[in-house]
């Protein structure tokens, strides 16, 4: 078992930046990859931004390549998403993952609402 917190969600203006950290307890020396996901209202949860926990290879989706970034801390057993740039569209509710195998992610956290005013 793996037991996920986010914090850092908040309203901020487009063009803002914000930080979302999510932090890891339980089982954390098995995780294979974690990873931010979001949901905004009547759409399908997506995947944001992953991240190999060991290597730290990383992936993006194309709308937030080269805005996001997620970084992890494998001392604190943390993973953050540091969101700059934001936009309208980025308004979501924001999850943090974690995979214990390729492509399985298993652990949710209860999600951090990021609003983005235009």
């Known amino acids: 078992q793996v037991q996920l917190v986010e914090s850092g969600g908040g309203l901020v203006q487009a063009g803002g930046s914000l930080r979302l950290s999510c932090a890891a307890s339980?089982?954390?020396?098995?995780?294979?990859?974690m990873g931010w996901f979001r949901q905004a209202p009547g759409k399908e949860r997506d995947v944001v931004a992953t991240?190999?926990?060991?290597?730290?290879?990383?992936f993006y989706a194309d709308s937030v390549k080269g805005r996001f970034t997620i970084s992890r801390d494998i001392a604190k057993n943390t993973v953050s998403l540091q969101m700059n740039s934001l936009k309208p569209e980025d308004t979501a509710v924001y999850y943090c993952?974690?995979?214990?195998?390729?492509?399985?992610?298993?652990?949710w956290g209860q999600g951090t609402q990021v609003t983005v005013s235009s």
């Open positions: 339980g089982r954390t020396g098995t995780m294979y990859r």
């Open positions: 993952s974690a995979a214990l195998r390729p492509a399985s992610y298993d652990y």
């Open positions: 991240i190999h926990w060991s290597g730290g290879s990383t």
